[in-house]
């Protein structure tokens, strides 16, 4: 069998007697085009080695492999095995099936033994739940993605894009900033996914910056948002209390007096130098 003679993927789920689990996050995406044009969006994907978290019935690992791609799909749920290894059968060895938590992986491994000798990039309709979890995964290293492109929920992609003055503008917005440009290149609404969640979705697509930070100023970053942004009301000089306050601030070219919200992506950097 070739992928173009897998069945729908609604029978694929009915002949396999598979319903979708809430502690999974599973919410899939049964129309081809769809994923076909999220794997447009990040591609080109001939000849690269993409991991892809949460496979389950496999709508966009099908696009994916469609597109020229070496997929290494990483699946929580053993249930979706044997239907995924129908999608792996019909791949030529372009697919490769690791029953795993995508949190625990270790994913420059994986592609080491896996891949297609590329740095490998991440293409995913991520579970909800850990969602955010992985980004920072990937953000902080050590295995940085050539490149991400993720579906979360709306509020959350909103959170990942925003700029300084946005109401979502916070940690995740400088933390990825730092790191990657990140911009929304597709929203989904809710209907689009089989079982529908609550809220509208979106497809961010993340390229790491040319100079990315070294990863001891993502730490010192880390815990310069987490004090700034934890008492966002407060003023610098306060909330960085424990960091250096107001001196820190004056090594850094930041007002102490001002808040969290509206301090830049640069601002933030220069505050991790200088802790
Ligand atoms: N990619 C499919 C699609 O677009 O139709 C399914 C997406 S669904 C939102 C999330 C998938 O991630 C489910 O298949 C779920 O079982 C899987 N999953 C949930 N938590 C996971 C984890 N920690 N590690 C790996 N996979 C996980």
Redesign the pocket.
């Known amino acids: 069998m070739t992928l173009d003679q897998l069945p729908p993927?609604r029978e694929s789920l009915a002949e396999h007697d598979l319903l979708?689990?809430k502690a999974?996050?599973?919410?899939?995406?049964?129309d081809l085009n769809i994923?076909r044009k999220i794997a447009r969006l990040a591609g080109p994907l001939e000849g690269r080695t993409v991991i892809?978290?949460?496979?389950?019935?496999?709508?966009?690992?099908r696009a994916l492999l469609e597109a020229g791609a070496r997929v290494i799909a990483?699946?929580?749920?053993p249930r979706?095995l044997p239907l995924l290894a129908e999608v792996a059968g019909a791949a030529d060895g372009a697919l490769t099936l690791v029953e795993?938590?995508?949190?625990?992986?270790d994913e420059a491994a994986l592609i080491a033994e896996l891949g297609a000798g590329d740095e490998g990039l991440v293409v995913?309709?991520?579970?909800?739940?850990?969602g955010t979890p992985?980004l920072i995964k990937w953000l902080t290293g050590p295995w940085r993605p050539a490149s991400m492109s993720l579906?979360f929920q709306k509020e959350v992609a909103d959170r990942i894009v925003a700029g300084v003055g946005d109401e979502a503008y916070g940690r995740l917005a400088v933390i990825s900033q730092t790191v990657c440009a990140a911009r929304t290149v597709m929203d989904l609404p809710a209907k689009a996914?089989?079982p529908p969640p609550k809220v509208a979705s979106a497809v961010v697509r993340l390229d790491p910056l040319e100079t990315p930070p070294a990863p001891a100023l993502v730490t010192a970053l880390e815990r310069v948002t987490a004090a700034a942004f934890g008492q966002r009301r407060k003023m610098l000089r306060s909330s960085l209390k424990t960091l250096g306050g107001a001196a820190l601030c004056e090594a850094a070219g930041v007002d102490p007096d001002a808040r969290a919200e509206t301090v830049d992506v640069a601002g933030f950097l220069r505050l991790a130098a200088a802790v």
């Open positions: 993927l979708a689990r999974f996050g599973q919410h899939f995406l049964l994923t892809e978290v949460g496979p389950g019935p496999g709508g966009l690992t990483v699946e929580k749920d979706f795993a938590d995508a949190l625990k992986v995913s309709n991520l579970p909800y739940n850990v992985l579906m996914f089989t």
